[in-house]
């Protein structure tokens, strides 16, 4: 059986970032209400990108490492823009030092 993570685009704007093995019906539950309590507050949502793995623990994984990704990186890897992903990381790395040097 395949499993999925996916991110959804809520009615706000905001992204939410899952991981399961029924991909249709996983949408549905966020749409109706039933799915994470993030989503709940902030319906419809809108499937607007997935990946599909054959192990739910590699999706899960992947769930895990995207969540972790600024709205700007998300959006690079939502729009096909594979070559920003770098570059985004390489930017987030670099303000992370500044910063640091600063204190």
């Given at each position: 059986?395949?499993s ?31 799915g ?29 490492q ?5 709205r700007?990186?998300?959006?690079a890897l ?26």
């Amino acid at each position: 059986m395949s499993s999925y993570m996916y991110i959804l685009k809520c009615s706000d704007g905001s992204f939410y970032t899952g991981s399961t093995q029924g991909l249709e019906k996983r949408v549905q539950e966020h749409n109706m209400g039933v799915g994470a309590n993030y989503t709940r507050k902030h319906l419809p949502v809108e499937l607007v990108y997935y990946e599909e793995f054959q192990r739910i623990d590699d999706a899960f994984a992947r769930e895990k490492q995207v969540q972790g990704w600024s709205r700007a990186k998300k959006k690079a890897l939502i729009q096909g823009q594979f070559g920003k992903l770098t570059d985004l990381s390489k930017s987030t790395a670099s303000k992370r030092l500044v910063a640091e040097d600063k204190n």
